[in-house]
């Protein structure tokens, strides 16, 4: 395969090689800057160490560490074979704090968007009934939405709401709006907290597709049942969030550990 292009030498600026700052980090930076930037995009092949050693006129000693500099800062990644390219940092899931889609985003300072799949009013089946406490048959809305971060589909969404609880939810447009806003600004409902089943599961072939992924690449799914401060489920509903770009993170009280 062909060997990562170099970027080009009338754009390297000299190294400052009687100042402080260590000459793997001016390299570091100066690759950081591209990417920052947009010259340099995910998926951009970055130069090799023999070609950042020519470049920089550096040793190649200094070079790796600049690469090894970025990739544990999550902006490279190195492919046996290939070579090393640009990537972005996973976004971190922090599964103690209950948050919607469009809060998270916009807590990491991204545009949050989403692509309406399905919303549809359906009967709940036996074992969906019974998580939301209603009889099998009443009437939920089914709600599916890609989730997208600066228009890079991150997630796949699936809900489930009682609509005899909110009357006229299945006429809101959700491919626009919040559905928590919705819920806590139209209907005054107060989330309490939340059961979440967490688990690493390959993508089907339909998540594969919409999140832009490859066939059964890893997923992170977390599967939910809100209850509200009286003690009522409003919600049960499926996330499933791309391998490549999340990880669940968690802080663990010391009286939990023995």
Same mark, same amino acid.
């Given at each position: 395969m062909p060997k990562p292009e170099s970027q080009p030498a009338s754009t390297v600026r000299?190294?400052?090689?009687?100042?402080?700052?260590?000459?793997y980090y001016q390299i570091q930076r100066a690759l950081m800057e591209m990417i920052h930037s947009g010259e340099?995009?995910?998926?951009?092949?970055?130069? %090799?160490?023999? /070609?950042?050693?020519?470049?920089?006129?550096?040793?190649?000693?200094?070079a790796r560490q600049a690469l090894h500099g970025l990739k544990t800062s999550g902006f490279a990644v190195s492919q046996k074979g290939r070579g090393t390219f640009v990537t972005r940092p996973k976004l971190e899931?922090?599964?103690m704090h209950l948050r919607g889609f469009t809060e998270d985003m916009k807590h990491l300072g991204m545009v949050p968007s989403s692509k309406l799949i399905e919303q549809t009013a359906v009967k709940?089946?036996?074992?969906?009934?019974?998580?939301?406490?209603?009889?099998?048959? /009443?009437?939920?809305?089914?709600?599916?939405r890609l989730?997208?971060?600066?228009?890079?589909?991150?997630?796949?969404?699936?809900?489930?709401?009682?609509?005899?609880?909110?009357?006229?939810? /299945?006429k809101v447009n959700f491919a626009k709006q919040s559905l928590y806003f919705v819920l806590r600004e139209t209907f005054g409902v107060r989330v309490a907290w939340a059961d979440e089943v967490i688990e690493a599961l390959p993508a089907t072939r339909e998540e594969s597709d919409?999140?832009?992924i490859p066939k059964k690449a890893s997923i992170l799914s977390i599967s939910r049942t809100?209850?509200?401060?009286? /003690?009522?489920?409003?919600?049960?509903?499926?996330?499933?969030?791309?391998?490549?770009?999340?990880?669940?993170?968690?802080?663990?009280?010391?009286? %939990?550990?023995?």
């Open positions: 000299p190294l400052d090689k009687s100042g402080f700052i260590p000459l340099l995009s995910t998926g951009d092949p970055l130069a %090799s160490e023999e /070609e950042l050693a020519r470049l920089y006129r550096v040793s190649r000693m200094t899931k922090n599964i709940a089946p036996a074992e969906l009934a019974e998580k939301l406490k209603l009889d099998a048959g /009443e009437i939920v809305m089914r709600l599916r989730r997208l971060a600066d228009g890079i589909p991150m997630a796949l969404e699936e809900s489930h709401i009682p609509l005899k609880q909110f009357p006229g939810l /299945e919409l999140l832009t809100i209850m509200t401060t009286e /003690e009522t489920p409003i919600e049960v509903a499926c996330s499933r969030y791309r391998g490549d770009r999340y990880r669940a993170s968690i802080r663990v009280p010391t009286t %939990s550990i023995e």
